[in-house]
């Protein structure tokens, strides 16, 4: 079962390009997030949409737009990134969120690289 | 404070013995819920199992299991007849249940596991 796909799983950009980031999910799920995962420190909520409304962005900067158009998919759009900000990013859905015993499925990442 | 400890860096085990996982989480909230998570090299994080702060039994899930600890607020995972497939990071992580619900599922540090031939 391919539940949650990523696109690309990698990506080598400079500080002054523009990318984005797209997710998908096969599952039916109601709610999508966004997660960042740097070297040596804890996976970190970055956004969360649900039913295509974002509920939730954890003081993320600028530099990071997300789009949802839909519930199955999700975007991260990427311009004028810093060197810090080469990480695993991964996707993830939920059923719907805020409920305690949802699970969030996740993606297979992308290792994003900025030069 | 950290909301979720994983104290353990890098675990070994030889393969077809049991390994334990700890995690110890910090919260004052009634309601919340536990989850761990397989990362294997090829990045994806695997939901493994579930254990909800008011569930009486602890969480089974085929070769894992749940040793929660309520009082001690720890819920270690373990790992029966390992496998040399189980090599990978875990990661305990907290779902506080506090106004409504949380969007926030907050992740520990995790720990790497190496099973042995």
């Known amino acids: 079962e391919t539940g949650v796909t990523q696109t690309p799983r990698h990506l080598v950009m400079g500080m002054t390009n523009k990318k984005s980031l797209k997710c998908e999910q096969h599952?039916?799920?109601?709610?999508m997030y966004w997660y960042k995962q740097s070297a040596k420190k804890p996976l970190e909520l970055m956004f969360v949409y649900s039913l295509e409304e974002r509920v939730e962005n954890n003081s993320v900067p600028s530099r990071f737009s997300p789009e949802c158009p839909n519930s199955s998919h999700l975007f991260l759009h990427l311009h004028t990134l810093q060197p810090e900000d080469s990480a695993l990013y991964l996707c993830a859905s939920s059923r719907q969120s805020g409920r305690l015993t949802d699970t969030q499925y996740f993606g297979p990442g992308t290792r994003l690289t900025v030069l | 404070a950290q909301k979720i400890t994983q104290t353990q860096p890098g675990m070994f085990v030889q393969e077809k013995e049991a390994v334990t996982l700890d995690c110890t989480y910090d919260?004052?909230?009634?309601?919340?819920?536990l989850f761990w998570y397989k990362q294997p090299s090829s990045g994806e994080m695997i939901f493994l199992i579930y254990?909800?702060?008011?569930?009486?039994q602890n969480a089974t899930e085929g070769r894992y299991s749940l040793n929660f600890q309520k009082a001690r607020k720890s819920a270690n995972l373990v790992i029966s007849a390992s496998q040399l497939g189980d090599s990978a990071m875990y990661f305990c992580?907290?779902?506080?249940?506090?106004?409504?619900?949380?969007?926030?599922?907050?992740f520990g540090k995790g720990t790497k596991l190496t099973v042995n031939p």
């Open positions: 992580a907290m779902r506080e249940g506090s106004q409504g619900g949380s969007e926030k599922l907050v």
């Open positions: 254990q909800g702060s008011y569930d009486e």
């Open positions: 599952l039916g799920h109601n709610a």
């Open positions: 919260t004052s909230d009634q309601s919340y819920g």
